[in-house]
């Protein structure tokens, strides 16, 4: 043991997982960075900033002579990854020999739970200073990719909140807002889209630059359930996840179980709660490694907590009171310490390390193998394409980035050609099998078929842990076709900094300044067509600049082309430095006039977004989306909407998603301060609906439509209301819709569209105007739904007014994750409603 590098409790002045006690992301950093500097063992980086600009780490550990030769052994996994750069086996095995097993941790990605990124400077301390046959094995055969915390914002707030409950009687009590800025605990479901910066830092420096063999996710869970739960998943499994890793992570699961029991850490289950179906969380399964994840019971943040054994519940199948056979020794209950989580943590940790430093050839050479097979599929579908002509061209654009991140080969067809019968333009993106990481591109582009797993024989269908789709054509509205057939076509592998989609020519020539280049005969006007999403970008910045803006009540036919309805009209726009981005400028159209055919004039929307203290992961959603496309907004909290004056402050006030409870009531004052009390309550109830009598639009959904439905007295009915899982159930699927493109609130939308249902309501409008319905058909895209019929003809999106206003309800997600870019454009027609002028 090297006693010259201080030990975390020398570092901090307090033991690691004492109670009340937490060390801050500044003295995490500081600790990691002084563990580079002094140990040859250790190597941290800033890899890049957070959303809220603080230093995001990774630590790289492994023996000197490995640390020397990193990019060796980067070089290394990089070939072995994608097989077609290797000439023969003989050269594979070679390859095998030399690699190490390369191990990522993550820790604490959900902020609260807070044991592993404080347990992580034992873990490294350990690793730097310790000379046990242990620690060099782990040493010698494994390099360690460390990230402290995946969510460094998270653990500055936490802490910030922690210490501000002490000695309080709601102290260690979650924290009124979301842990991380925009998704709070669905940070961890982004692993396809890479919208947050913290997912992209660690893919991008971590995953996809190491293609690590394992990645060990560290979480906490409830706190009178088992003590620590490990893999092997339940079922359902991913069906285009590998077999091997499948089992590795059941083999790597076991093997952890038993080391934690053999050191008599009690209620360590195996098996239970947790799958392995959706890539919203697992990138790694996807990508040649094996995904493993822990989940500690939890305190309250750093407070202990008293859980007498009778009080050990389950939740999803555990049974955290019994000996079986995933449960070999059950927790006799008693106090439990924020210091016990960490010790399971850490042992977690290094048995995980331990076991995959034994078995480093295996690890390597079944990575290998996961990557050839991949290479050698042979089934159907043989390709994907997208071509270029697509309803919303950003939309098409976005996915493919995001494939092309997740390292999919995305090729460009130099030529016309057909294939399964389809004549196919030149242009053409087109995905190939064959290539490493077919599997994650079929798993993001097919339809999903979610298995219908009973509770019992005869019994409901069982609640999936998250969503039942990933589809991510169907989601975004996107054209693309499954081609089961071969074909020949002359293809071109795009590079790393080409764009995903063919560059599109503007209507409108510009200058390096930005002054418009106009040709002779223009007017100065300029349509921008509804159907993108990018549209309410470019408007957003125009409103903001003072431009005029219109939107078309009907279609608009100019010059041989033809734009549908909402199609916006921008006039007296000269100068665009600032205001629109060059990224954008594609979709003005410059036209000799506009024919008048009645239009909205345009203002700047003045939007509430109803951010309630019992912190809603909808609400940062929206915030995200709102940020994203340039809509300024203002944070509507409980106190001020019940103090009223709502219609002098906004045009539209939007309440996301939310359980009706957690709105009116919010938090209970026996557990919070009182400004973080009560909810909407009646008095808010009362002034939305006296700000929408006064002329405001309120936009609801899901959650929130039905407390609109209840506490505003709406004359809406659902349908779905208290039925039972037997009759109906759609937890997270697609489903189709019928849309009345004549409405504002669909202005730029196809005819038919999907929706992410989740659990939502389903209407029977008495007075109003339905905007979106269900077919008269099973309308299931992808995902599962028990009791379709139920859904016939029903309406999904409706306005019903109400005074001189009127509440849009929706009844799915239409900004889900912010994946759901198909239904971005309803959302946004609902905002700007309120701000048109006849």
Not at 471 to 497: E, H, T
Not at 603 to 609: A, H, I, M, S
């Amino acid at each position: 043991m090297d006693k010259s590098i201080l030990t975390p409790a020398e570092h901090l002045g307090f033991e690691i997982g004492a109670d009340r006690k937490l060390a801050g992301w500044t003295e995490i950093t500081s600790y990691f960075e002084m563990l580079g500097e002094q140990s040859g063992r250790v190597r941290t980086a800033e890899v890049g900033r957070s959303t809220k600009g603080n230093p995001f780490l990774m630590s790289v550990i492994s023996s000197p002579e490995n640390l020397h030769r990193l990019e060796e052994h980067k070089e290394i996994q990089k070939r072995l990854a994608d097989s077609r750069t290797i000439e023969d086996e003989s050269a594979a095995e070679g390859l095998i020999a030399r690699g190490k097993a390369v191990v990522a941790i993550t820790c604490s990605i959900h902020a609260t739970e807070v044991g592993a990124a404080q347990m992580s400077m034992l873990l490294a301390h350990e690793l730097a200073t310790g000379s046990s046959a242990r620690v060099l094995e782990i040493l010698d055969n494994v390099i360690l990719l460390l990230i402290p915390s995946a969510n460094p914002d998270g653990l500055i707030d936490v802490k910030k909140w922690y210490e501000s409950t002490l000695g309080e009687s709601y102290e260690g009590v979650m924290p009124p807002f979301l842990y991380q800025h925009y998704t709070g605990h669905d940070n961890n479901r982004d692993w396809f889209m890479f919208t947050q910066q913290e997912t992209r830092l660690v893919v991008e420096h971590c995953f996809n630059a190491w293609k690590p063999h394992v990645v060990l996710d560290m979480h906490q869970t409830r706190s009178n359930g088992v003590r620590m739960m490990v893999p092997p998943f339940i079922d359902p499994m991913g069906p285009n996840v590998d077999a091997i890793l499948n089992a590795e992570s059941a083999m790597l699961g076991a093997a952890m179980a038993a080391d934690l029991i053999s050191e008599g850490k009690a209620g360590v289950s195996m098996n239970v709660v947790y799958d392995a179906y959706s890539p919203n969380r697992s990138y790694q399964q996807y990508h040649g490694g094996v995904r493993m994840l822990t989940e500690v019971a939890g305190v309250r943040i750093a407070t202990p907590v008293n859980v007498p054994q009778r009080d050990l519940q389950s939740d999803r199948g555990e049974r955290p009171r019994e000996i079986t056979w995933n449960h070999p020794l059950p927790w006799e209950g008693g106090t439990w310490r924020l210091q016990d989580i960490v010790e399971y943590d850490l042992s977690a940790a290094l048995s995980c390390l331990s076991h995959s430093a034994r078995l480093r050839e295996t690890l390597v050479r079944n990575f290998y193998k996961v990557g050839r097979n991949a290479i050698e599929w042979n089934g159907a579908p043989y390709a994907f394409v997208i071509p270029t002509q697509q309803h919303d061209y950003s939309a098409a654009a976005e996915m493919l980035d995001a494939l092309r991140l997740g390292l999919v080969d995305v090729h460009e067809a130099t030529e016309a050609f057909r294939a399964d019968g389809q004549p196919f333009a030149a242009g053409s993106r087109v995905i190939m099998s064959g290539q490493p990481y077919w599997g994650y591109a079929k798993t993001l582009l097919e339809q999903q078929k979610y298995p219908e797993i009973l509770t019992h024989p005869g019994g409901p269908a069982k609640a999936p842990y998250d969503v039942t789709t990933h589809c991510l054509p169907i989601q975004m509205g996107v054209n693309v076709y499954s081609i089961r057939g071969r074909f020949g076509a002359r293809l071109r592998l795009l590079d790393d900094n080409e764009p995903s989609m063919p560059a599109q020519m503007s209507g409108v020539g510009y200058q390096v300044s930005g002054i418009l280049d106009r040709t002779a005969g223009l007017d100065g006007a300029w349509i921008v067509p509804a159907e993108s999403n990018a549209s309410a970008r470019l408007v957003n910045g125009l409103l903001a600049s003072g431009a005029k803006v219109s939107r078309s009540r009907e279609p608009i036919s100019i010059g041989g082309k033809s734009y549908g309805r909402g199609a916006f009209v921008l006039e007296g726009v000269d100068e665009l430095d600032g205001v629109v981005s060059k990224s954008d400028m594609w979709l003005m159209r410059a036209v000799d006039g506009v024919p008048d055919l009645g239009r909205y004039e345009m203002r700047e929307p003045r939007v509430g977004l109803y951010k309630s203290y019992v912190a809603s992961t909808e609400e940062g959603w929206t915030r995200y989306v709102l940020d994203k496309y340039g809509f300024e907004y203002k944070s509507l909290v409980d106190g001020e909407a019940r103090e009223g004056g709502l219609a002098e402050r906004f045009d539209t006030i939007v309440l996301p998603h939310q359980q009706v409870w957690h709105i009116h009531r919010g938090h209970r004052e026996s557990y919070y301060a009182p400004k973080y009390s009560g909810g909407l309550g009646e008095k808010g109830a009362e002034n939305l609906r006296k700000f929408v009598e006064q002329g405001g639009t309120l936009v609801t959904w899901d959650g929130s439509a039905r407390y609109a439905i209840r506490h505003l007295g709406l004359p809406v009915r659902n349908v779905l209301a208290d039925m039972k899982r037997a009759d109906f159930y759609c937890p997270g699927s697609l489903l189709a819709v019928l849309v009345d493109t004549g409405h504002p609130l669909s202005y730029g939308m196809p005819s038919l569209a999907a929706v992410m249902f989740y659990d939502g309501p389903a209407f029977d409008i008495r007075s109003g105007r339905v905007v979106a319905k269900y077919p008269l058909r099973n309308p299931l895209f992808s995902g599962m739904l028990v009791g379709p019929e139920k859904l016939y003809n029903r309406t999904a999106l409706a306005t019903v007014p109400l005074g001189d206003g009127e509440v849009v309800l929706f009844g799915f997600r239409p900004n889900f994750r912010a994946q759901a870019r198909g239904t971005y454009k309803l959302l946004f027609n609902a905002l700007y409603g309120s701000a048109y002028q006849a």
